[in-house]
């Protein structure tokens, strides 16, 4: 069982930055893609930042320009440096990975969830 542990999260003034890391950890598997979700209370899941195996990058708009993600393959990490943060960015951020398990499965795997709240 591969598992995501968060860090990062915390209460920061409107302008001001954060950086939340992800490990997985486990044995046996390769990760695919990584990203970072987030929900604010009463609404959706949604995407923030996805970065895949080889690099490639996609961002919601509200992230693009203050967001920025990367992953170190060698060690199952993915970043999400956020910078410029607005009030409209609390919420609880989620760490995703697609894993690959050695028999071939493929499934999605979800943090536990670290808080980021904006003062405004």
């Known amino acids: 069982q591969v598992q995501l542990v968060e860090s990062g999260g915390g209460l920061v003034q409107a302008g001001g930055s954060l950086r939340l890391s992800c490990a997985a950890s486990?044995?046996?598997?390769?990760?695919?893609?990584m990203g970072w979700y987030r929900q604010a209370p009463g609404k959706q899941r949604e995407l923030v930042a996805r970065?895949?195996?080889?690099?490639?990058?996609n961002y919601a708009d509200s992230a693009k320009g203050r967001f920025t993600i990367s992953r170190d393959n060698a060690k199952n990490t993915v970043a999400l440096q956020m910078n410029s943060l607005k009030p409209e960015d609390t919420a609880v951020y989620y760490c995703?990975?697609?894993?690959?398990?050695?028999?071939?499965?493929?499934?999605?795997?979800w943090g536990m969830g670290t808080q980021v709240t904006v003062s405004s």
């Open positions: 995703n990975a697609n894993i690959r398990n050695r028999l071939g499965y493929v499934y999605d795997n």
């Open positions: 486990g044995s046996d598997f390769s990760i695919n893609a």
């Open positions: 970065i895949t195996s080889g690099g490639r990058t």
